[in-house]
């Protein structure tokens, strides 16, 4: 959650700033992989994204998301819970 609220973790643009990559692409769909990218806007997470927006029942944005986690409880599980497997896969990922 710390990665994804600060944007330095497992993201190209990140990981292309402090020199552990040579590029800013996605590894997955090679678009420009910024703070935001993964969580909302990568096709690898389509599925996964539209069942926590449908969940929560509305759309995701980075100017909605911290509110929409305070809402109550259920969805800020659900919001977590689909963060950290986005972050999670990235990272254990991109230690192989
Ligand atoms: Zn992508």
Same mark, same amino acid.
């Given at each position: 959650m710390a990665q994804f609220l600060t =944007?330095? =973790?497992?993201n190209g643009r990140y990981l292309h700033k402090i020199g552990?990559? /040579?590029? /800013?692409?996605?590894?997955?769909?090679?678009?420009?992989? =910024?703070?935001d990218h993964a969580v909302f806007?990568?096709?690898?997470w389509y599925g996964e994204r539209n069942e926590a927006f449908s969940k929560i029942g509305g759309v995701l944005t980075p100017d909605n998301i911290v509110q929409k986690m305070c809402q109550n409880e259920t969805d800020w599980g659900i919001i977590q819970r689909f963060i950290t497997l986005v972050i999670g896969t990235r990272e254990r990922e991109g230690r192989q």
């Open positions: =944007g330095h =973790g497992e552990k990559r /040579e590029d /800013e692409s996605c590894v997955d769909c090679l678009l420009t992989d =910024g703070k806007e990568c096709p690898r």
